[in-house]
């Protein structure tokens, strides 16, 4: 067997773990190309841990490797059930944990959507410095079930997004057992219609909140009927950048942002370090 899985536990609610494939050499100079390369072994991880160990069908594994870069530490891919993720801020964070030599401690990942850099604070609680937006938001009117929906468009660290008030797709936050079916059928018809303007399908429903007095709440959608127990970090920087966009929230004041089931995490832009996002969430270990 070419891994080994360190552990596994859950950040801020959202049921993770962490693999380990740095025995393995792939010459690769990105994290594309170590995605690519290492893909036989990256279903391996898949199968062990969803089929194998029985792992939670809703979790994500962050899986460690060589980094390209000289400047990171570990390399940083992500599988969940149904095959590889372009990011994921909350298995990010349980990585994070399990590498973290101890507290106050930063270990530099390097990642398909850019550097993530994840500190330990000894509390518990990890912050993660996140990559921006790679462009501000758009806007498009997409058709789902007939009707023209107006719809945001948004990716942060490796993660696409289609977003647009609950409300306005007929979806309550209130009751998140019943946002997969109805979720998933409105992300695989506006990601085809969004697909067919931009060029790029998204892969994650983002159904929003207003932002009051720097609180809101989301919901993400994902993979195969999938909803995301946690607040999602990816899906929490694609919630800022919308807010401070939208001017719902000031840059220098931090978003807390729930999921519906109840966790949050906090972020807040950091531009003196030039690093991006702020993250800020409650990790758990089960070794």
Not at 109 to 133: C, H, N, Q, V
């Amino acid at each position: 067997m070419t891994h080994r899985f360190l552990a596994s536990g859950s950040t801020s609610g959202q049921p993770v773990a962490c693999a380990d494939l740095t025995s393995i050499a792939h010459g690769a100079d990105s994290m594309a190309g170590v995605r690519t390369a290492l893909g036989r072994a990256l279903e391996e991880v898949r199968a062990q841990f969803f089929t194998g160990m029985d792992g939670d069908p809703g979790a994500i594994v962050a899986v460690v490797t060589r980094p390209p870069r000289p400047d990171a530490d570990d390399g940083l891919l992500f599988v969940a059930a149904d095959g590889p993720l372009g990011g994921c801020g909350e298995a990010s964070m349980f990585a994070g944990a399990v590498r973290s030599p101890g507290d106050g401690a930063t270990v530099v990942f390097d990642t398909a959507g850019g550097l993530i850099r994840a500190t330990d604070r000894g509390d518990g609680t990890m912050t993660l410095r996140m990559p921006t937006a790679a462009r501000p938001p758009g806007t498009y009117v997409v058709e789902v079930g007939g009707r023209p929906y107006t719809v945001r468009a948004v990716s942060v660290a490796g993660n696409s997004f289609v977003a647009l008030p609950a409300a306005a797709a007929g979806l309550d936050l209130d009751r998140p057992d019943e946002l997969a079916g109805p979720g998933d059928a409105f992300l695989r018809e506006a990601g085809a219609a969004l697909a067919a303007q931009t060029g790029e399908r998204p892969g994650l429903l983002l159904l929003t909140e207003p932002v009051v007095d720097g609180v809101t709440r989301s919901a993400v959608v994902w993979g195969e009927r999938v909803v995301n127990v946690g607040p999602c970090g990816t899906g929490t920087c694609a919630r800022l950048v919308l807010a401070l966009a939208d001017g719902e929230l000031a840059e220098n004041e931090t978003l807390r942002h729930f999921s519906p089931y109840g966790s949050a995490f906090e972020a807040r832009l950091d531009r003196a370090s030039g690093w991006g996002i702020l993250l800020r969430g409650q990790v758990e270990l089960s070794r």
